[in-house]
């Protein structure tokens, strides 16, 4: 969840920026993640919707997300092609095991038991 504190002397933009990003470097936000529209943000956060944008630029800059015009804003892959690879099979066995209807946990564990690091 992103808060705006209109007494902050940080300004909006950079509060909505420097939370998105540490979304985003914690794992909260994941690679293909898609983003609020410019507008949604800025409605659910009272603000202008210049204020979100440039916020989305910034974070487009830094290289953490991808702005496709239509298509939306979504959290960046990774620019190492082996890591890009690794987060996009990572992300279809989410997306597979959430349309199963499996466990997290159980999910993860399967995981580690396919890495080697689990009993199995």
């Not at 989305?56 to 953490?64: N, P, T």
């Not at 890009?84 to 159980?106: H, I, K, N, S, V």
Request: proline letters at 7%; hydrophobic letters at 40%; charged letters at 25%.
């Amino acid at each position: 969840m992103i808060v705006v504190d209109p007494r902050s002397p940080v300004p909006p933009f950079e509060q909505v920026r420097s939370q998105l990003a540490a979304q985003i470097h914690s794992g909260e936000l994941a690679a293909g993640d898609r983003l609020p529209t410019v507008r949604r943000l800025a409605e659910d956060l009272g603000i202008a919707p210049n204020t979100v944008a440039r916020a989305y630029r910034e974070l487009e800059q830094q290289g953490l997300v991808e702005t496709r015009g239509r298509n939306g804003t979504t959290v960046a892959w990774s620019q190492d092609r082996a890591a890009r690879d690794l987060e996009q099979a990572a992300a279809a066995f989410a997306d597979r095991a959430r349309a199963l209807g499996a466990d997290p946990t159980a999910a993860r564990r399967l995981v580690e038991r396919a890495l080697g690091l689990g009993p199995g």
